[in-house]
Antibody, heavy 127, light 107 residues
Framework: EVQLMESGGGLAEPGGSLRLSCAAS????????MTWVRQAPGKGLEWVGH??????????TSTAPVKGRFTISRDASKNTLFLQMNSLKTEDTGVYYC??????????????????WGKGTTVTVSS | DVQMTQSPSSLSASVGDRVTITCRAS??????LNWYQQKPGRAPKLLIF???SLQSGVPSRFSGSGSETDFTLTISNLQPEDFATYYC?????????FGGGTKVEIK
């Protein structure tokens, strides 16, 4: 069974840092593209970014509001996905989910959807 | 960015009803539209991918249709466990974007 377990959430001050982890099990982590999705309190879902699998060079892409502040990485030896969040802002407050993806691919593009989600970890940015 | 607009933002329905939720993309996304269900305090769950493909284990009362810019999620014979918030999401462009959600409440 595919399982994802996020951790590392908590309270941080504006300008501070947090590192989220997502422990993966039940699938070939090295082969999987992974994403982070967040949800502000009482609001909708926002895609944060993705990291490709090893075969695709572990390239990362992220949404504009977090570019230059958040970094997605992975450690295959630990089957773990990370989200390093620096220069935190109050608007980064919310629940952060990691997901696996699946979908159609061609030579240029991966039309993926988020198929398995973790339970989420809560980040609060406040002074 | 592709803007995804869902309507309505909320609706009230009764058990046994047929419910339709629409999602419109700001420009063509082919068939790359997915639907998720989220219950309070829980992670989202994938229902439909590629506009009309039912995710494994999802009841057949859920169906999706559409292409290009206009998409529909239909729940036939609404069940008590279907009261939740539903989100559409496009996978044609980066950044991936979600609709604002449709909350389905008990009438």
């Amino acid at each position: 069974e595919v399982q994802l377990m996020e951790s590392g959430g908590g309270l941080a001050e504006p300008g501070g840092s947090l590192r989220l982890s997502c422990a993966a099990s039940g699938f070939a982590f090295t082969d999987a593209w992974m994403t982070w999705v967040r949800q502000a309190p009482g609001k909708g879902l926002e895609w944060v970014g993705h990291i490709a699998n090893k075969a695709d060079g572990e390239t990362t892409t992220s949404t504009a509001p977090v570019k230059g502040r958040f970094t997605i990485s992975r450690d295959a030896s630990k089957n773990t996905l990370f989200l390093q969040m620096n220069s935190l802002k109050t608007e980064d407050t919310g629940v952060y989910y990691c997901t696996t993806v699946a979908g159609r691919r061609n030579s240029r593009y991966y039309y993926y959807y988020m198929d398995v989600w973790g339970k989420g970890t809560t980040v609060t940015v406040s002074s | 960015d592709v803007q995804m607009t869902q309507s309505p933002s909320s609706l009230s329905a009764s058990v046994g009803d047929r419910v339709t939720i629409t999602c419109r993309a700001s420009h063509s996304i082919s068939i790359y539209l997915n639907w998720y269900q989220q219950k309070p305090g829980r992670a989202p769950k994938l229902l439909i991918f590629d506009a009309s493909s039912l995710q494994s284990g999802v009841p057949s009362r859920f169906s999706g249709s559409g292409s290009e810019t206009d998409f529909t999620l239909t729940i036939s014979n609404l069940q008590p466990e279907d009261f939740a918030t539903y989100y559409c999401q496009q996978s044609n462009d980066i950044p991936r974007t979600f609709g604002g959600g449709t909350k389905v409440e008990i009438k």
